[in-house]
């Protein structure tokens, strides 16, 4: 049974840092997408960032150049490193993994392609 455990959430200030953890259960996470999303009140859900099985990074673009995905393999746990976090960036964040190996580079940012999800981590940034 594959599990998705997200980690890391906290109150920080605007400008400060924050890194999340997705530890993965029950398959390996260098063989599949790993996608991050985010829910604000009131908002739907949206991506954030994903990462594919060759590494390859992609981010929505009110992230862009503040926010990191990566993943370590060994622990089998995958990280988004958020920087110069802004009032806006607050929202319970959630990775997501497909029962698929890959999603096709078009269809990433689509929260229906995603099958298993982590519980969410909240992330409040303080003016």
């Known amino acids: 049974q594959v599990q998705l455990q997200a980690s890391g959430g906290g109150l920080v200030q605007a400008g400060g840092s924050l890194r999340l953890s997705c530890a993965v259960f029950g398959r390996t996470v260098r063989n599949y997408v790993m996608g991050w999303f985010r829910q604000a009140p009131g908002k739907e859900r949206e991506f954030v960032a994903a990462?594919?099985?060759?590494?390859?990074?992609f981010y929505a673009d009110s992230v862009k150049g503040r926010f990191t995905i990566s993943r370590d393999n060994a622990k089998n746990t995958g990280y988004l490193q958020m920087n110069s976090l802004k009032p806006e960036d607050t929202a319970v964040y959630y990775c997501a993994a497909p029962i698929s190996m890959g999603i096709n580079y078009s269809d990433l940012e689509l929260k229906e392609e995603y099958d298993y999800w982590g519980q969410g981590t909240q992330v409040t940034v303080s003016s």
């Open positions: 990462i594919n099985l060759s590494g390859n990074t």
